[in-house]
C-alpha cells in the first residue's frame, strides 16, 4: 500500500478535475466538493492507499450530481478515440520482428488513458512513443519466458478503454491460460465485467469479477474465487497506477504495466514522472530475482 502525504493534494486536485468532468460547472458545488473532500481525508486516519479513498470520492460527487454521477459518456467517447487506432496497432504487432514484445508495448501504452490522475492525456502521442522510441523493457525476457512456461496467468485489468490495447496482448499470452480480471463496480473509468463483455473479451478468454471495489485491487475486498486465483496462478499481470499503489507490497510476485504518473509513484517504483513501464516485483516472500538484462535499475 502507498500512504503518502504527497498523494492527498492530488486527490483534492481530482476532486476538482472529475467535478468537471461529470459537468459540475458552478464555483460552489465545486467548493462543496472539495471542502468534503478535504474533511473526508482528514477524517479518515488509516487511508491506506490513494485508490483506497476512491469510494468515498464517488459518494462525494454522487451526491453533488443528485445521484446522476456517470462517466459513461466520457468512457465511449474515449473507446472510440481509442478505436482509431486499432488497425496500426494490430498491423505493428503483426509484422514486428517480435510480436509478444510490440503487443507489450500496445497493452502499456493503453494505461496513458486515465480520468483520475492524467485527465489530460494525449493518446496518438503516447501511441508513438511507446511504439517507436525506447522504452525500459528490462524485464520483458523474464515475462516472456514466465508466460511461455506457465499454464495459468491473472490478468489483473485497469480502465475500460485501455482494455481494448490489452486485447492485442491477450492472443500472445495464450488466451486459452488467461483469467481478465475486472472490477466489481463502477467506480471512474475502470473496466467492469459488463464492460468486458461489451468489448467481447469474454470470447477471448475467461473474465471474473475480482471483487475489488476501489481504482485498484483492495485484496481484503476480493472474492474467494479471485483470491485462489491470485495465490495459484503461475504470472500475475497488472495494469495501471492503481493496481501498482495497492498491490506494491505483494507477498507474491507480480508484473506490472503502467505509465507513473506522480512523485510519490516514482519515488517507490525508480521511474521518473511520465515513464511507462513494465516493472517486476518478487514478492516479499519470494527472493528469487528474474533474468533482468537491461532492466531498469
Do not use: W
Not at 42 to 51: E, K, N, V
Not at 57 to 80: P, V, W
Not at 205 to 228: K, N, W, Y
Amino acid at each position: 500500500m502507498l500512504n503518502n502525504p504527497g498523494c492527498i493534494p492530488c486527490i483534492v486536485k481530482q476532486a476538482h478535475t472529475l467535478s468537471c468532468i461529470l459537468g459540475i460547472n458552478d464555483a460552489e458545488t465545486q467548493r462543496v466538493v472539495i471542502r468534503e473532500t478535504m474533511s473526508a481525508l482528514m477524517d479518515d486516519q488509516a487511508l491506506l492507499s490513494a485508490p483506497h479513498f476512491s469510494t468515498t470520492l464517488q459518494s462525494i460527487l454522487r451526491r453533488a450530481t443528485d445521484g446522476k454521477a456517470s462517466y459513461a459518456a466520457i468512457k465511449e467517447r474515449n473507446m472510440r478515440n481509442a478505436a482509431q487506432y486499432m488497425t496500426y496497432l494490430s498491423i505493428m504487432i503483426e509484422n514486428a520482428s517480435d510480436p509478444f514484445e510490440m503487443a507489450v508495448r500496445a497493452s502499456i501504452a493503453g494505461n496513458t488513458i486515465d480520468l483520475g490522475a492524467n485527465p489530460h492525456f494525449r493518446l496518438e502521442h503516447e501511441i508513438n512513443a511507446i511504439m517507436l522510441h525506447t522504452l525500459d523493457l528490462g524485464f520483458l525476457p523474464a515475462l516472456k519466458r514466465d508466460v511461455r512456461a506457465s499454464s495459468t496467468i491473472l490478468f489483473i485489468a485497469d480502465n475500460y478503454e485501455e482494455a481494448l490495447f490489452d486485447k492485442l496482448l491477450i492472443p500472445q499470452l495464450g488466451p486459452a491460460k488467461v483469467h481478465f480480471a475486472v472490477r466489481s463496480a463502477e467506480i471512474l473509468n475502470d473496466i467492469t465485467l459488463e464492460d468486458a463483455r461489451r468489448l467481447e473479451i469474454d470470447s477471448m478468454c475467461r473474465v471474473l469479477e475480482s471483487g475489488s471495489v476501489i481504482s485498484g485491487t483492495a485484496l481484503e475486498q476480493c472474492t474467494d474465487e479471485f483470491m485462489e486465483l491470485y495465490t495459484k496462478a503461475d504470472v500475475v499481470i497488472a495494469k495501471g497506477q492503481g493496481n501498482f499503489e495497492t498491490l506494491l507490497d505483494a507477498r507474491r510476485p507480480i508484473y506490472f504495466m503502467f505509465k507513473v504518473k506522480c512523485e510519490p509513484i516514482a519515488d517507490v517504483c525508480g521511474y521518473p514522472v511520465g515513464s511507462s513501464v513494465l516493472h517486476y516485483h518478487p514478492g516479499v516472500m519470494d527472493q528469487h530475482t528474474p533474468h533482468t538484462e537491461g532492466a531498469h535499475s
